[in-house]
């Protein structure tokens, strides 16, 4: 049997009243709604995810590009074989497209005392956010290498035993005399 207050009967509220009176399909309409907030936090999830990890190797890249490019170096100046190990260094390790990103660059140089320093940038698409209106990021690092070479102590021990009093074949002085 029917209430005689349904949306149809020829007895009712206003439409507006039984409209929001009416609970069923509530469910239906929260799910729908909660859908698009969840969606955000997924999206964002996976494009964080992925600036991590390209961050990460274009920092990878623009360490071994600069400890390359110091190695490289003669002096305290940089030279174009130097600039160009830099280069290679850094787009062997760091390839262009990597996780479609684009414009990827590095930026060397070099300080008075030898110290090779380097900026790398790239710019990478939102795969997820992009549908909500984020577009491209960019991400920039900075690396430093250093030649440091530290004291070396070089010892030489004598043998000043007995056998050092003997003369080797064919020399004419004993072995101590000839050490000294």
Known sequence: MRSKDTLFSTNRKPFMQAL???TSGDTLAMTAAAVIPLLAIAGGAVDVGRMYYAKNQLQFACDSAVLA??????GKTMDGKTKQAIQDFFHNNYKEGMLDTDNTAITPSVTGDGLVSAT????????????FGFGDKGLTVECTAAR???NTDVMFVLDTTASMLQTNPGDNTNRIKALR
Request: aromatic share 4%; charged share 15%; no cysteine.
């Open 69 to 74: 490019g110091r190695k490289t170096m003669e």
């Open 20 to 22: 929001l009176a009416d």
């Open 120 to 131: 790398a940038t790239t710019n990478i698409p939102m795969a997820m956010m992009g549908f």
């Open 148 to 150: 440091n070479i530290g």
